[in-house]
């Protein structure tokens, strides 16, 4: 009885594996999409029929494939030890709620839209680079804190100098710092700058310096953080899949730590024979 349902599962862990199958379910996924797209359009009675049609398919699809993927799972415990997967199943399970003119109908309508989001679960390289931007997001943090003490700062500094020549834009410290995200994103921040210049000739120096640290120097710390996390996380892909560099050097740390147990044993064994001889 084990036997067989080790080969039913060996198929089914086939078919997941199957590139063919993966495209599909890329593929299904993309459709969806673009049908969720469609829907938001004014289009006759029947056509709308006709998406309904197809998202009750994609729908028993995603089903099976999720079915198909959990089956294929040594343990099923063993599929909810992954996040992408947990994420997989509740979107899954989300799309079994049916579209009608229920109360739940906008909620289901926008539950469908993330099924989108199946695509980055279906692409390793997608994962990798969504997996990056999570675990950079702590690191970010600081940076971000960073930046509003440096906007707080200079907000203030803001408030205090060109209240009386715009209060719109330097009225108080909240206004000053909304103000100071115009000026970092470079939007009409020269028009800014020559309003208070022609009070204060040098406050130049105020927006130069603030764009500076900003726009240069954090967003580039923003960017080297996540470039930094990327990499580490493209560096565990090739070491857990055995490719690259990281992967060589992972199989070569697994021989070395297997040569290693081999020659313990082979010390005990030897240190048993002398001890024997002795005795």
Do not use: C
């Not at 100098?161 to 206004?175: A, Q, R, Y």
């Amino acid at each position: 009885m084990s036997a067989d349902v080790s080969g039913w599962r060996e198929h089914f862990v086939a078919i997941r594996s199957n590139k063919f199958f993966e495209m599909a379910v890329v593929t299904i996924i993309i459709l969806s999409a673009m049908m969720i797209g469609a829907t938001t359009y004014d289009i006759a009675p029947h056509w709308m029929n006709v998406l309904k049609g197809f998202d009750i398919a994609v729908t028993v699809f995603f089903l099976i494939e999720l079915v198909i993927r959990m089956i294929a799972e040594q343990r099923l415990r063993d599929f909810f030890k992954k996040g992408w997967n947990i994420f997989d199943f509740l979107i899954v399970t989300a799309s079994l709620i049916p579209i009608d003119e229920s109360d739940l109908v906008l909620l289901a309508r926008l539950l469908r839209i993330f099924r989108m989001l199946r695509l980055v679960s279906m692409v390793p390289e997608m994962r990798i680079l969504m997996d990056a931007l999570v675990k950079a997001i702590p690191r970010i943090g600081y940076v971000v804190l960073l930046m509003f003490i440096i906007f707080y700062i200079y907000g203030a500094i803001g408030s205090f100098l060109f209240e009386k020549i715009n209060p719109v834009l330097w009225g108080d410290i909240s206004i000053s710092m909304l103000t100071l995200f115009r000026v970092a994103t470079f939007e009409d921040w020269t028009d800014v700058m020559y309003e208070t210049m022609e009070v204060f000739p040098f406050s130049w120096a105020f927006y130069l310096s603030f764009i500076f640290l900003t726009a240069f120097v954090f967003l580039n710390m923003m960017i080297g953080v996540v470039l930094d996390v990327m990499q580490e996380e493209h560096e565990n892909h090739n070491r857990e899949e055995g490719h690259g560099t990281a992967g060589d050097i992972a199989a070569i740390k697994v021989q070395t730590e297997s040569m290693e147990q081999r020659m313990v044993r082979m010390e005990a064994l030897l240190e048993q024979a002398v001890s024997r001889k002795g005795g």
